[in-house]
């Protein structure tokens, strides 16, 4: 009987730490995935102009893919870059930076078998992730999830982590369609999944240790509003122009 294949999309950029990243998901895929799965990592270098793609393809494992472009387009871009070089029956999306634990994989795949679902995404609000990161992250994360819940009738609490799992016939429904390329591309897809009707979407525990800028930063802010401006644009264009309906 063959066997189900998990596709693991890291985007990578300014990564320091990418060679180890890309060692500890291919540990733990192989020493944790049932007998019935095999897996491939897919790292998208998304133009880092440092040494990311160099460390990147230091890693000695047949599972691991590296791909590569010149110029920086974003996680979004990056992400879907990934999938359509994939060959998964499940793909799942993990931020590179260590700050979300590799193992994190096994308790999404475990819940995506126990709910037959068509989407599980790591969430910090799920009462059992064990997360370190400072109050106005927590605030701004409140925040963000009620702005997704009104705009976009999004239904799990935490679109962000930066770790999930969906189904394939999920995501050939809804990548020909996503247009965001930086900073609210997890909710349009989320978003996007539950109103072709992919509603069985549901949230799992993450370990998370935040590796926390200050928040004083300008450029940070400038994320932030960004973010919030793209999240905008995919209700107008959702709801308003029925753009994704086309």
């Known amino acids: 009987m063959a066997k189900k294949l ?11 730490t990418i060679k ?27 133009g880092s102009p440092d040494d990311t793609e160099k460390d990147a393809r230091k890693v000695k494992s047949s599972k691991v893919r590296i791909l590569n472009y010149e110029e920086n387009m974003g996680k979004g871009f990056a992400v879907r870059y990934g999938i359509e070089h994939s060959s998964g029956e499940l793909v799942s999306f993990l931020d590179a930076g260590r700050e979300i634990h590799s193992r994190g994989i096994m308790m999404l795949m475990a819940h995506m078998d126990w709910y037959n ?11 059992v992730s064990q997360v370190k990161y400072p109050f106005i992250r927590r605030v701004l994360s409140l925040g963000y999830y009620l702005v997704t819940k009104i ?10 982590s930066g770790i999930k ?11 020909p369609k996503l247009h965001v390329q930086r900073y609210a591309m997890d909710v349009e897809m989320l978003a996007l999944a539950e109103y072709f009707g992919f509603g069985r979407i549901y ?18 802010f400038k994320d ?5 401006w793209d999240t905008f644009v995919v209700f107008y264009k959702l709801y308003i122009l029925h753009y994704y309906d086309k």
């Open 6 to 16: 998990l596709s693991v999309i890291v985007p990578a950029y300014k990564e320091r």
């Open 117 to 127: 679902a068509d989407i599980i995404v790591g969430s910090k609000m799920h009462p």
């Open 165 to 175: 799992i969906f189904k394939r016939k999920v995501l050939e429904k809804i990548l």
């Open 224 to 228: 932030i509003i960004r973010m919030f």
């Open 151 to 160: 705009l976009l009738r999004v239904s799990v609490r935490d679109t962000q």
């Open 20 to 46: 180890k990243d890309l060692e500890d998901i291919d540990n733990t895929l192989r020493n944790g995935l049932s007998e019935g799965y095999d897996y491939e990592v897919i790292c998208v270098v998304d």
């Open 203 to 220: 949230e799992a525990p993450v370990e998370i240790q935040y590796n926390f800028k200050s928040l004083t930063h300008a450029s940070t």
